[in-house]
C-alpha cells in the first residue's frame, strides 16, 4: 500500500498585524521525488513570484491540501484566555491533521522542545498516527517546506486584501517601520486598534500604553 504522509507548516506566527495561516498537505510518499525537482524549500527562502507558481504545482500535486485562517481577533480572545501560542499552534495542526487522511505527518516544531509538541499535536488527533515533530522540518523534508509555501502564499494574499481595505502597513511583523508608523497613526486617531490588529502583541499594547500616557498628560 502507498505510503500517504502530511506536512503541516505555519505562515504569520510573529506578525502584528494579520491572521496566521496553517497549511496541510498530503501527498505519496514516491512523490517527494517531484518536490526535490522543484527545488521545493522553505518559503521564506524563495521569492513571492517562485511561491505562487510552486503552490500551484503542489496544489496539483497533492493528494488533499487544508488551510486553516485564524484570525486576530481570535487569537486575541485565546491568549486572554491565558492560552500560550504553542499550545494553540499544536491545537489548530492538530486540526488540519484530523481533516486530512495519512500515515505519518511531519510537523515543523514551535516549541522548544520538539518532541513534546508532538505530543500536543498527537494528543488531539482523532486516530493514533505517526507525528514526527523537528525544528526547521520545512528545511529537512520536502513535503514541510510544500506545506510552509502553501500557507506563506495564503498569508501574503490576505495582507494584500488587508492593504487595500487599510492602507500599506507594510509587513505586519512588529520589526517593519512601517508597520509600527500605521499602528501609532492609527491609534493617534482612534481609541482602539482595527480588529485585524493583535491587540494582545506587546507591540500594539506598548503604542497604546504610550497614546494612553500622552492622553493623561494633556
Do not use: C
Amino acid at each position: 500500500m502507498s505510503q500517504r504522509i502530511a506536512g503541516v507548516d505555519e505562515a504569520g506566527r510573529g506578525p502584528v498585524i494579520g491572521p496566521l495561516v496553517i497549511a496541510g498537505i498530503v501527498i505519496i510518499e514516491s512523490q517527494e521525488e517531484a518536490l526535490i525537482e522543484w527545488g521545493i524549500r522553505d518559503s521564506k527562502q524563495l521569492t513571492p513570484r517562485r511561491r505562487e507558481t510552486l503552490n500551484q504545482q503542489i496544489r496539483r500535486l497533492a493528494n488533499q491540501v487544508e488551510v486553516l485562517e485564524i484570525s486576530a481577533q481570535e487569537i486575541d480572545d485565546q491568549r486572554r484566555q491565558k492560552r500560550t501560542l504553542n499550545t494553540l499552534e499544536a491545537q489548530w495542526m492538530a486540526q488540519v491533521l484530523n481533516q486530512l487522511q495519512w500515515h505519518t505527518a511531519y510537523i515543523d516544531a514551535s516549541d522548544v522542545n520538539a518532541d513534546r509538541y508532538g505530543r500536543m499535536i498527537q494528543s488531539q488527533l482523532f486516530t493514533k498516527k505517526k507525528v514526527i515533530s523537528e525544528h526547521k522540518a520545512d528545511s529537512r523534508y520536502p513535503v514541510v517546506a510544500a506545506a510552509s509555501i502553501i500557507a506563506k502564499v495564503r498569508r501574503d494574499q490576505r495582507i494584500k486584501e488587508l492593504h487595500k481595505q487599510f492602507g500599506d502597513f507594510g509587513s505586519g511583523y512588529p520589526n517593519d517601520p512601517k508597520t509600527r508608523q500605521f499602528l501609532t497613526k492609527w491609534i493617534s486617531t482612534h481609541d482602539t486598534f482595527p480588529e485585524v490588529v493583535r491587540q494582545t502583541w506587546e507591540t500594539a499594547r506598548d503604542i497604546l500604553s504610550t497614546k494612553q500616557q500622552r492622553s493623561l498628560k494633556d
